[in-house]
């Protein structure tokens, strides 16, 4: 079974950068759509970010346009998320989400990490 697995979770001071990183268990592991899901406390999930992954086409939700940059590795299971200018309203669970069509991406029936933790402060 393969597993995403997050990393680069932690505490950051409001207007601060960090780097959140994904990768597939297994090396031959590919997903056309590759992303970033998040989960603040008392509050429902979102998608942040995704990446196409065989053209590197790459959205984002308004809040977080122009602060927020999704990357993809050379081997397409990998994805990795730099957040700059980071606000206390990022604070969340972030999730890696894979899926094999948009509406799978969208509507969170895709593969998940276990989520990695992301405190602005």
């Known amino acids: 079974h393969v597993q995403l697995v997050e990393s680069g979770g932690g505490s950051v001071q409001d207007g601060g950068s960090h780097r959140l990183s994904c990768a597939a268990s297994?090396?031959?592991?590919?997903?056309?759509?590759m992303g970033w899901f998040r989960q603040a406390a008392g509050k429902e999930r979102e998608w942040v970010a995704y990446i196409y992954t065989p053209t590197r086409m790459s959205y984002y939700i308004d809040s977080v346009k122009g602060r927020f940059t999704i990357s993809r590795g050379d081997a397409r299971n990998t994805v990795y998320l730099q957040m700059n200018k980071l606000k206390h309203e990022d604070t969340a669970m972030y999730y890696c989400?894979?899926?094999?069509?948009?509406?799978?991406?969208?509507?969170?029936?895709?593969?998940w990490g276990q989520g990695t933790q992301v405190t602005v402060s």
């Open positions: 989400v894979a899926a094999t069509t948009f509406s799978a991406f969208v509507d969170g029936r895709g593969d």
């Open positions: 297994a090396t031959t592991y590919s997903r056309d759509f």
